[in-house]
């Protein structure tokens, strides 16, 4: 069984990751609306090879439809991770334990997957305040799964 810190400090991190990765899914949301919204308007007036992507955003840079698409399936994968984490630790049964430490595991890999870019997307350049803070919230939200993941693995038996 975990020790009391960690048995505190998971559910914690838990509550944390789930509003982290519940503004990733909002402004995420936001960004492939307003990019479906504005890109037919917009990409008539580009050459045709950009014509024909599927993940071309008006707003941001190149790398700005990868990110949203990735940063959106993070972001719902973490909140329902973190959801069922919370179930899971407050259980506090090992199979409980191993169940919310592959998840957290699996949605600690998709975020590192949407921080990376999120990375890109700032080494590219230009980018709109909105996008900016959900680079910004990506990269933490990594940060806070990643300590999350620490601390259920450490609570699971060996």
């Given amino acids: ?12 991190l838990l509550v944390l990751n789930l509003v982290l990765y ?6 995420a949301s936001w960004a492939v609306n307003h990019g479906i919204q504005r890109s037919r308007e917009t990409a008539s007036n580009l050459s045709p090879p950009v014509q024909l992507f599927p993940i071309y955003f008006p707003i941001g840079n190149a790398a700005t439809g990868v990110f949203i698409v990735f940063s959106l399936i993070a ?7 973190s ?5 899971n630790v407050s259980d506090g049964t090992p199979s ?7 998840s957290s595991l699996t949605s600690w890999a998709l975020t590192l ?7 890109k997307e700032i080494e590219v ?4 305040a909105s996008l900016r803070s959900l ?3 990506t990269i933490v939200v990594s940060g806070t799964q990643m300590l999350c993941t620490g601390v259920i693995h450490a609570g699971v038996p060996g």
């Fill in 1 to 12: 069984m975990a020790s009391g810190g960690q048995q505190s400090a998971a559910p914690i």
């Fill in 75 to 81: 972001g719902v994968v973490g909140f329902t991770t």
């Fill in 96 to 102: 409980g334990l191993y169940t919310a430490a592959t």
């Fill in 113 to 119: 997957l949407a921080m990376g870019l999120a990375c």
């Fill in 135 to 137: 680079e910004i919230i």
């Fill in 125 to 128: 350049g230009w980018t709109d």
């Fill in 83 to 87: 959801l069922t984490g919370l179930q």
């Fill in 22 to 27: 519940f503004i990733v899914t909002a402004i």
